[in-house]
């Protein structure tokens, strides 16, 4: 396999890693934050020696130094990361894997918004067009969802807010990732992420051991959804355009519903998928305006 298409399959790879963590959380039976936590102190105990191990070589390589201010501002996007995906794992005991999986895709749209009312840049007519697509979308899927089971909204809802969380991570840590190299960056993220959790295990009392079906469900998320999926989307930004990688990710919300069907046989109504192509076909042009204006907005946290 040549080096261009080898990238092309970890990008796939990454993003199906990213897809199947939908299903591990229907799969599982401890309380939500208790699986989150476990995950990614898992994964930060994984990151660490591959982190390190770059590091010692990264006076050869002539990258970037990680300096106080590149930590700090790290740190707090790791407890944005933290919030979205309890968010979205707790928004996937109300909703579908389908549904949750498209609302947590609508950072783009969120991007686009703060960076109009924080930073001032007026949207263009296409990125007001693609807001307005990807809503109408949105309106089909929570509307079939309310009236199927009023409790599946409420999951959408959340889904929604963990995507808000989630833009607020990628705003906050968009200048580090430019200069930083995905391991350094992804190793701070996700231990300001796990402390975070386990403050919240420890604050809600949640239970702080897991069986173990639950402790498997939680290294398969680390390693799946975490490692193989969000580290290596994130190392895809070094190596592939940003509008490549932001456009894989409108097959995330598919994947993951394809997933489900598969392996938890859970249904794909069709309003979800009418709708679905809908708000996809509108994240998908913020996401191609967001890229044209230098937004960052390429790494989903699932």
Request: charged residues 10%.
């Amino acid at each position: 396999m040549t080096r261009p298409l080898a990238r092309y399959a970890l990008l796939a790879l990454g993003i199906a890693g990213l897809s199947a963590a939908g299903v591990f959380y229907k799969l599982s039976a401890a309380p939500v934050v208790a699986i989150v936590a476990y995950r990614m102190l898992i994964a930060s105990l994984l990151t660490a020696p591959l982190a390190l191990a770059r590091g010692a070589i990264a006076p050869r390589q002539g990258r970037a130094p990680f300096g106080r201010s590149d930590l700090a501002v790290s740190a707090a996007a790791g407890a944005f990361f933290a919030i979205d995906i309890l968010l979205w794992a707790s928004s996937l005991r109300f909703t579908s894997v389908a549904s949750a999986s498209l609302f947590v895709s609508t950072d783009p749209i969120f991007v686009a918004v703060f960076a109009w009312l924080l930073f001032r840049e007026r949207p263009t007519g296409v990125l007001v067009a693609g807001i307005g697509v990807g809503i109408a979308g949105m309106v089909v899927v929570a509307g079939n969802d309310f009236r199927v089971a009023g409790h599946a909204a409420i999951g959408d809802g959340i889904a929604l807010l963990a995507s808000l969380l989630e833009s607020g991570y990628l705003l906050v840590g968009r200048h580090v990732r430019q200069r930083v190299d995905a391991l350094r960056y992804t190793l701070v993220l996700y231990t300001s992420c796990t402390l975070v959790l386990w403050l919240i295990v420890l604050a809600t009392r949640s239970p702080a051991t897991l069986q173990p079906h639950d402790l498997l469900i939680a290294l398969a998320l680390a390693v799946v959804a975490t490692l193989l999926g969000h580290t290596i989307v994130s190392q895809s930004l070094g190596h592939l355009p940003a509008a490549v990688v932001a456009a894989s990710f409108l097959a995330q919300p598919m994947l993951a519903a394809l997933f489900a069907l598969w392996f938890i046989r859970q249904p794909i109504p069709l309003a979800t998928v009418v709708g679905g192509l809908i708000a996809l076909a509108g994240i998908g042009i913020v996401a191609y305006a967001n890229e044209r204006r230098g937004l960052d907005t390429s790494t989903q946290a699932v």
